[in-house]
């Protein structure tokens, strides 16, 4: 899964040939393999908000054949307050995307107003992962979550990892 902010291409064995863009999910499938490309159009520097996950399949559709799916029209739930969530994979709030899933996950952006406060409707036995795209959220500094068999101890999460991202640099 892949949402960006503004124009890299993908192409892929399938004959799928798009633009990348905000708000659009392209979903592709690997099945027993594919082949695919992403790129960047033109020569000018582009800002860019991605977020690209890999899910691994389950055993039954592991040798499946590929697929590639985009979707425009994605559901949004309002999550009240001016708050509202998009739900990009999966099930959030009522909503399910049209997106095709072999794995039960849940992919939703949520934009939350500064200063407004909400409950996110989450099913109790799932894990979360959140990531903050933008602004402070004014969580604590040290990362404590549940963890099933342990009562309530909370156990600390090991550090973030340092990541830089760096110009990709062109062949000649």
């Not at 594919?34 to 908000?49: F, K, M, R, T």
């Not at 049209?98 to 952006?109: L, S």
């Not at 409707?121 to 990531?131: H, I, K, T, V």
């Amino acid at each position: 899964m892949t949402r960006l902010d503004a124009g890299p291409r993908h192409r892929d064995v399938l004959g799928s040939d798009v633009l990348v863009r905000r708000g659009v999910l392209n979903l592709m499938t690997s099945g027993a393999g594919i082949a695919h490309s992403e790129y960047s159009v033109g020569d000018d520097a582009v800002p860019l908000d991605a977020l690209q996950l890999w899910v691994a399949l389950p055993e039954s559709r592991r040798d499946g054949a590929q697929a590639f799916e985009r979707h425009e029209d994605l559901p949004v739930v309002d999550l009240g307050g001016g708050a509202r969530a998009t739900v990009v994979v999966g099930a959030f709030g009522g909503a399910s995307s049209p997106a095709t899933m072999y794995t039960p996950i849940a992919g939703v952006e949520v934009n939350i107003p500064a200063g407004a406060s909400i409950t996110l409707p989450l099913e109790p036995a799932w894990e979360y992962a959140l990531w903050e795209a933008e602004g402070a959220p004014g969580a604590a500094p040290t990362r404590f979550g549940h963890v099933v068999g342990h009562g309530d101890e909370r156990i600390p999460a090991p550090p973030l990892p340092a990541v830089r991202l760096t110009q990709r640099r062109r062949r000649p």
